[in-house]
């Protein structure tokens, strides 16, 4: 069986309109809470402004049978949940 696999890409809209292009790098649970996790995709001028560097950690929301992903309600969860991707990556990294 031949299947190919490669990076997922998606695009969101931000607060001012603009669409920024994400690649997925993982998910967890933490809570009962799914989250995942994403990094800003180069632009084709080969741009990522200063605010969309870094790890972005977005919630999943079901709501009417969909998935939605939204941003998380307080620092002390994103601070949590950023941990916990943290600790995720770099024990990848060791392996």
């Not at 919630?59 to 941003?71: P, Q, Y």
Request: hydrophobic residues 35%.
């Amino acid at each position: 069986m031949s299947e190919e696999y490669g990076p997922t890409f998606i695009t969101i809209t931000d607060e001012d309109g603009e669409e920024i292009v994400l690649e997925f790098v993982d998910a967890l649970e933490y809570n009962g809470q799914q989250y995942q996790a994403f990094f800003p995709v180069e632009t084709e001028d080969g741009d990522v402004k200063e605010e969309e560097q870094g790890l972005v950690i977005l919630k999943v929301i079901h709501e009417d049978g969909e998935d939605l992903l939204s941003t998380l309600d307080t620092d002390e969860e994103l601070d949590a949940v950023y941990d916990l991707f943290m600790e995720s990556l770099f024990e990848d990294e060791e392996e």
